[in-house]
């Protein structure tokens, strides 16, 4: 067993610096119970994070059925400031696309992965 890393990841509403901790705390949590529950275990668990999803949110917009897949991507790919994208996907459509993904797409970026390296020995 080479390490594990353990990286948490928050969805993109509210502030960067809130979803940062988000992210950050959700991986040292999981670090934690695996420490705990695997004392015996000397391995180093290394933590990561990734305040705001954005990468994966991209992915399942394009790979989506959404009316204004187009426009999302738009922004996404051509908004670099994270606050100025968010601005300009709550006010398209009305903010139907916003609570759409607030409602749909979020939630399945807030989680935490875990990643086990080793080597196979035969």
């Known amino acids: 067993l080479?390490?594990?890393?353990?990286?948490?990841y928050a969805s993109p509403e509210g502030s960067y610096e809130?979803?940062?901790n988000l992210a950050h705390r959700r991986a040292q949590i999981l670090?934690?119970?695996l420490e705990q529950h695997s004392?015996?275990?000397?391995?180093e668990i290394r933590t990561?994070?990734?305040a705001e999803n954005w990468d994966e949110l991209e992915e399942m917009v394009a790979a989506s059925?959404?009316?204004?897949?187009?426009?999302i991507l738009e922004i996404?790919?051509?908004?670099?400031?994270?606050?100025?994208?968010?601005?300009?996907?709550k006010s398209l459509a009305d903010g139907r696309v916003w609570a759409t993904?607030?409602?749909?797409?979020?939630?399945?970026l807030r989680r935490v992965s875990c990643r086990i390296d080793y080597l196979k020995t035969e």
């Open 2 to 8: 080479l390490g594990i890393t353990v990286t948490g």
């Open 18 to 20: 809130m979803n940062e």
């Open 31 to 33: 670090k934690t119970y």
């Open 39 to 43: 004392p015996d275990m000397y391995i």
């Open 48 to 50: 990561a994070w990734v």
């Open 65 to 71: 059925q959404l009316p204004e897949r187009e426009g």
């Open 76 to 89: 996404i790919r051509n908004t670099a400031a994270p606050e100025a994208r968010k601005a300009k996907l």
């Open 101 to 108: 993904l607030l409602k749909e797409y979020f939630p399945k």
